[in-house]
């Protein structure tokens, strides 16, 4: 069998090296290197595609990094494309998987050149491009073209599954979002009301304003925001961290490298995501694994946070303020929905468990 995989992760650098100068994450890079490292202990030879950062290192924990084009300078579309076929030609692997970014070339050079091709979907909002996104007329062909040419197509929910399957016609298989549970052996006592959590990039998409409304309703509760730069919209990011300034009971954090991001939800009694839409986000597992309930406005993944007990689905901003002063003052159930939580990510997330998911699936490519 042919053991060479590549994943595309142009954002993934930070994460494989482990580098906090690098002010970026994202949740596809974040699965895609859990998965990836994992791999690599089982024999299989790993390669990730970043962006080409400003340092020498080229291999970590057993994967080689391949640099495609620096994320700083502008260059034309045309001109990242033929970086990113180059870096492909480099890898040389026999399966490519890709969650998003560069879409329309993986697929291509895979077509060419006779190897397999994965497309791992990131969030929902690819079925809703004109409503969520700007996307422009060249992403969409390129995003159908990631999805008619794939060999399979991974989703984090039934959603994605059952729509990619009846709009495309597609093979499409559900393999949940993989998390790394940390080794905590003392909880701590989440009868204690510490710090309400929003972690997300600061984005319109994932409406980080909303937050601080929030955090305007209850004076007497302490609020935490953490999020880095989306480079398509730093004026959001200013009005934002300008604006927290003036909010007393709110800490605005900025970046955290994800490193040294579990403290703070180690601490966190509550965690609200007040994004327009999402895929499976995995501040979520992140969330539940250390016994915090989620508030979500608007995301409720193949309704997991209603059906298990997980946290509140609010639908509403009017409702969000009424959950939140809910699990603020109902130690019991607030208790009660994290432990939950944790109980569903240990029994649905282990990453152990999706990388056996995963290794069947490129076994059976």
Not at 121 to 133: A, E, N, P, R, V
Not at 154 to 173: G, H, M, P, S
């Amino acid at each position: 069998m042919n053991k060479k995989i590549c994943f595309v992760a142009l954002g993934s650098y930070s994460l494989l090296t482990s580098d906090e100068n690098l002010k970026y994450v994202g949740g596809s890079e974040l699965k895609q290197v859990i998965i990836g490292r994992e791999l690599a202990k089982r024999n299989f030879k790993i390669s990730f595609i970043t962006f080409d950062e400003k340092s020498d290192k080229e291999n970590a924990d057993g994967i080689t990094i391949i640099k495609s084009f620096s994320a700083s300078k502008n260059f034309s579309n045309f001109k990242k494309g033929l970086m990113i076929w180059k870096s492909l030609k480099k890898a040389n692997a026999y399966i490519y998987i890709q969650g998003s970014g560069s879409e329309g070339i993986i697929p291509l050079f895979c077509f060419i050149h006779r190897r397999k091709y994965i497309k791992w979907l990131t969030w929902d909002g690819i079925f809703f491009q004109k409503k969520y996104s700007n996307y422009s007329i060249i992403t969409r062909v390129s995003t159908y073209i990631d999805i008619k040419l794939s060999h399979i197509i991974v989703a984090q929910n039934n959603f994605q599954k059952t729509n990619i399957e009846k709009k495309f016609k597609k093979k499409c298989i559900l393999i949940k979002n993989p998390i790394i549970i940390p080794d905590i052996t003392n909880f701590k006592n989440k009868e204690n009301k510490n710090i309400i959590l929003w972690v997300g990039t600061i984005k319109a998409v994932k409406q980080p304003d909303l937050f601080l409304k929030i955090a305007k309703n209850f004076e007497e509760f302490n609020f935490k925001m953490i999020g880095g730069k989306n480079k398509k919209d730093e004026k959001l990011y200013d009005r934002i961290k300008q604006e927290a300034l003036t909010i007393p009971n709110l800490e605005f954090l900025g970046f955290v490298p994800h490193n040294k991001i579990q403290k703070y939800y180690e601490e966190a009694s509550i965690f609200i995501n007040t994004s327009r839409i999402e895929g499976f986000s995995n501040t979520f597992l992140e969330a539940w694994i250390n016994c915090v309930p989620v508030i979500s406005l608007n995301a409720d993944p193949d309704e997991v946070i209603c059906n298990k007990k997980l946290g509140l689905h609010s639908k509403t901003f009017e409702q969000i303020i009424l959950d939140v002063n809910t699990l603020l003052h109902n130690d019991n159930l607030r208790i009660e929905m994290g432990m939950n939580g944790k109980k569903y990510v240990e029994q649905n997330h282990n990453m152990k468990k999706i990388a056996d998911q995963f290794e069947k699936l490129i076994i059976s490519l």
